[in-house]
Nanobody, 124 residues
Framework: EVHLVESGGGLVQAGGSLRLSCAAS????????IGWFRQAPGKEREGVSC????????YYTDSVKGRFAISFDNAKNTVYLQMNSLKSEDTAVYYC?????????????????WGKGTLVAVSS
């Protein structure tokens, strides 16, 4: 069974940085994709970024382009989300999930497994 465990959240001032980690286990194939989505209080879930393990294709939603960077450490089966220039509107619980196909323009959020989330709070 697939397990995903997020870590790295916390409280940071606007303009600061955080790096989230998603430790993945249980995949029977080395070809899979991981995405980060977030949910703020009272708001709908929002897809943030995705990455494919096979060719490292990445996707970013417009609001984080140029500020966030997703990466894959195959040796550790861990996906990182480096978040820079954080804004108050980035405040949310961030979840990582197994997703479907990843292209530079779209991430297919066909989610079967996701973690428990990690809270990111950005103070203005």
């Amino acid at each position: 069974e697939v397990h995903l465990v997020e870590s790295g959240g916390g409280l940071v001032q606007a303009g600061g940085s955080l790096r989230l980690s998603c430790a993945a286990s249980g995949f029977t194939s080395g070809d899979y994709a991981i995405g980060w989505f977030r949910q703020a209080p009272g708001k709908e879930r929002e897809g943030v970024s995705c990455i494919s393990s096979s060719d490292s294709t990445t996707y970013y939603t417009d609001s984080v382009k140029g500020r966030f960077a997703i990466s894959f450490d195959n040796a550790k089966n861990t996906v990182y989300l480096q978040m820079n220039s954080l804004k108050s509107e980035d405040t949310a619980v961030y979840y990582c999930a197994e997703v479907g196909l990843v292209t530079p323009n779209k991430c297919f959020w066909d989610i079967d497994y996701w973690g428990k989330g990690t809270l990111v709070a950005v103070s203005s």
